[in-house]
């Protein structure tokens, strides 16, 4: 039932409404300036999601939600590493109710090479099944950020990630959509919603550059095939409309071109030019 509702009202508030930032976006900024700029960055850009993660070093989770709190900014999303997770779930679990998330993500699956094996996805989905359930016993959503390499096909009309969808159980775990890494890997983000409708928590917006080269499985792309979210190849009236209808409740524009403050309030125009 809360499922539900949590779909409902992400539908009823609407995609602009919803509409956060990746913090990894002003990485530079926060490198190059502190913290405090990042924060202050996201603030000036008129947003009030954020998905971040662990405290910057010397602060509490709770002096960094105070620090949000004081910029109009909720973390609504964190992100912890595999491994990180492998040792003790039990930590992250703590850290994340600390920071008041909502959901958290996992980017990444070690993999030797760029060739990601069913056996892979089904070692993977049996340690997403037991941290989503601890995570869930904290009223905390569990996702899983797909980043190209699970699309590779395996001769049989399935990839990775669909062993990653079924052998995962929907009570627990969800998915994060990156919308770029989706079509890097050569997937329709529209036909990949649908095709498994009730399993889509979050969204990375982010767009994949016009003539950029998709259908590739490593992960990886040059900078420069991130573009200005509208500018690129993806249909996002569509995608927004799909990802409306399957519940996706938190939509995060996440840039990593080498110009972010500039990509990133084009992004938000175009987002919210859509009036979604």
Sequence with gaps: MLALVTAAAAQAAGVADHLGLQLYSLRVTAMQQGWRAELDQTKAFGLGYVEGGAPPKGLTEAQYTSEL???GLTMVSAGFGYEGLAKDVSAAVAQARALGVKFVMCAWIPHTGDMFTDAD?????????????????????FTYHAHGYEFRPDGNGDTPFDVLARATNPGSVSF?????WVTHGGQDPVRLMAKYPERWALMHVKDIRRGAPTGIFTGHAPATDDVAVGTGQVDWPAVFREARAVGVSYYFIEDESVTPLVNVPLSIAYVRSLGM
């Design 69 to 71: 709190a004081s910029r």
């Design 121 to 141: 996805a089904r070692k993977a989905a049996a340690d997403f099944n037991a941290w989503g359930a601890a995570f869930k016993a904290a009223g905390i959503t």
């Design 176 to 180: 994060e959509m990156d919308v770029f």
